[in-house]
């Protein structure tokens, strides 16, 4: 079994927001009632003065647990603090998690979150969405610490560090031993790779299983194509049909990475199923997408279909 490093997961920050009741009316209130029930009734042939109007006290509003009710979630204090330092995890813990951060930039409440930005675990490179700029490189890739089958064997290295825990956790759940065929691949790789694959099946053939250069996921450093390793390692289309490719299309959100191109999402995506491809969103928007029920990225983010290129 291969030794890789653990991933780090963020600390995750709740907050609860919600009106209170100002302490002095708080506190007067109760003192009222506290001297209403200790004192002695005394019998009086005087007749009762009138009661005061009762105050009514607006009811408190019920408090959402985990979620920021801020009407701009981008002006939290703890949000702007994790973009001045480009901590992914630390900007989602501020919006208040997955589910809350997703909903923010779908309702468009949250003008500081560019899906275009490829420097940002969410996003979004399809065929109707190139990376901007198109000839994007991560700033820094680390090894992935798996067997490999290609001399692509780089990713980000919060990937790098997460795809080593699901590997080693695999392997030790007797699903199988796991590598890699292809990570980090650059503008210029992708460009020969594409040609490749129009060569061997035309132009329609080839765009639906390999992303034109400045439009392909594998530029992010974000994505990796897994194989099945036993006694050798096998090809990324056999991978969903073995022990590892059922193991990891049930536990990868929990590493951080969703399945990209499921069964039935063709029309959406563009692409033909590939149970072998990962994409890093990072544990919380990746429990969000699962806990969900989502199959294709561009459903979870409310982004139009991309089944073709412009042109």
């Known amino acids: 079994m291969l030794s890789s490093p653990q991933p780090q997961h963020a600390a995750r920050r709740s907050r609860v927001l919600g009106a209170a009741l100002p302490l002095g009316l708080?506190?007067?209130?109760?003192?009222?009632?506290l001297s209403l029930a200790s004192t002695p009734t005394a019998v009086s042939t005087q007749p009762e003065p009138a009661l005061p109007e009762p105050v009514v006290i607006a009811s408190v509003p019920e408090v959402q647990v985990g979620a920021t009710t801020a009407a701009d979630p981008c002006s939290e204090p703890s949000v702007l603090e994790a973009i001045a330092v480009a901590?992914?995890?630390?900007i989602i813990a501020g919006f208040g998690g997955g589910e809350s951060f997703r909903s923010a930039v779908v309702a468009g409440n949250a003008p500081c979150i560019s899906l275009a930005d490829p420097a940002h675990v969410w996003v979004v490179v399809n065929k109707a969405r190139p990376l901007d700029p198109i000839e994007y490189a991560p700033s820094s890739l680390a090894d992935l610490p798996m067997q490999m089958t290609t001399r692509s064997g780089q990713a980000r290295s919060d990937v790098a560090a997460a795809i080593g825990a699901l590997v080693a956790d695999?392997?030790?759940e007797g699903a199988g031993s796991i590598g890699a065929n292809n990570g980090y691949r650059s503008y210029d790789l992708q460009v020969a790779t594409h040609a490749s694959h129009v060569r061997n099946?035309?132009?329609?053939?080839?765009?639906?299983s390999s992303a034109r250069a400045g439009h392909s996921e594998h530029q992010t450093g974000l994505a990796l194509d897994l194989v099945a390793c036993d006694s050798a390692c096998g090809g990324i289309d056999a991978f969903g049909g073995t022990p590892q490719g059922a193991?990891?299309?049930e536990n990868a959100w929990e590493y951080g990475f969703i399945v990209r191109y499921e069964q039935g999402g063709t029309g959406?995506?563009?692409?033909k199923p590939e149970p072998w491809h990962l994409r890093y969103?990072?544990?919380e928007l990746a429990a969000a997408y699962h806990h969900g029920g989502y199959h294709?990225?561009?459903?979870?983010?409310?982004l139009p279909a991309a089944p073709d290129y412009a042109h």
């Not at 901590?87 to 630390?90: E, S, T, Y």
């Not at 959406?268 to 692409?271: A, E, F, N, S």
Request: hydrophobic share 60%; net charge negative.
């Open 247 to 249: 193991w990891v299309a």
């Open 26 to 33: 708080a506190v007067t209130a109760v003192g009222v009632l």
């Open 268 to 271: 959406i995506t563009g692409y």
């Open 296 to 302: 294709t990225l561009e459903e979870f983010f409310a």
């Open 87 to 90: 901590d992914d995890a630390a």
């Open 201 to 208: 099946s035309g132009q329609a053939g080839a765009d639906a």
């Open 170 to 172: 695999a392997a030790a």
């Open 281 to 283: 969103l990072g544990p």
